[in-house]
């Protein structure tokens, strides 16, 4: 199974995306997130993540554990 490539998933998203789900994808970081200005929910649990960029305002619900 090929590794997952979070610039190429995030690149296919549209901008104005309400949800993103990157759970369990073994990721050792996020990056920005800045162009998604429609944000409201971010998934990013279960992964290997020390810290989180920058998040819109607008974010309602984040869902980072573990």
Known sequence: MAAFNIEEYLDSLPDDIEEINVSLKNLTYLPSLER??????????????????????????????S
């Open 36 to 65: 998604f200005y429609n944000l409201k929910i971010l998934k990013c649990s279960y992964n290997q993540l020390t810290s989180l960029p920058e998040l819109n305002t607008y974010l309602q619900n984040l869902y980072c554990a």
